[in-house]
């Protein structure tokens, strides 16, 4: 399933080599990232949040498993989650990172759509006579919902590719 996702781009890779100490690493990405369980119950408030940290997750010394924090004003574009290994090795910190854009939010919005569209295309032909209008606009619907859906995702993971280059980046900049 993994090589599917990420031949379509809903997973993504990032390797970051940083001049910079793990310890130190881990202190200052605890100090962006607020302590929470990622789950599918954590984002159905997550827009209401006050606080002023960057990220939410878990971070280890040698493991983290973060998201980019929602905002109210924010559109829904913060379904990926980075998880990631650090390992130390010449000098350098090496950051692994998985950013997986496919969470468990999205497959009860995939079972709705199918549930929706076979049903109605069912009623279709099992009339009389087919009404290929008809069939053609719920083709059509779903076809569009699993697009934005789609788009909407590979976004995600986009974004939050290049919004973690920079973040590890300044991390290393920042006292």
């Given at each position: 399933m993994k090589n599917i996702l990420s031949k379509i781009k809903l997973i993504d890779h990032l390797t970051t080599n940083l001049q910079i100490t793990r310890q130190e690493f881990v202190d200052k990405l605890l100090?962006?990232?607020e302590e929470e369980n990622i789950?599918?119950?954590s984002e159905i408030f997550g827009g209401f949040s006050s606080s002023p940290?960057?990220?939410?997750?878990?971070?280890?010394?040698?493991?983290?498993?973060?998201k980019r924090l929602k905002r109210f004003h924010q559109t829904g574009n913060n379904l990926a989650i980075a998880s990631g290994t650090m390992i130390e090795k010449d000098g350098q910190l090496i950051i692994e990172t998985e950013?997986?854009?496919f969470p468990s939010l999205i497959i009860p919005y995939c079972i709705l759509i199918v549930f929706f569209s076979i049903p109605s295309i069912a009623f279709l032909i099992s009339e009389?006579?087919?009404d290929f209008f008809h069939f053609?606009?719920?083709l059509i619907f779903a076809i569009t919902m699993f697009f934005?859906?789609?788009r909407n995702v590979r976004g995600s993971v986009k974004r939050l590719?290049?919004?973690?280059?920079?973040?590890f980046f300044y991390l290393t900049k920042k006292k």
């Open positions: 100090f962006i990232t789950n599918i119950f940290l960057e990220f939410k997750g878990q971070v280890t010394f040698d493991l983290f498993k973060i950013i997986n854009g009389y006579k087919f053609s606009i719920i934005l859906l789609y590719k290049y919004e973690l280059e920079r973040e």
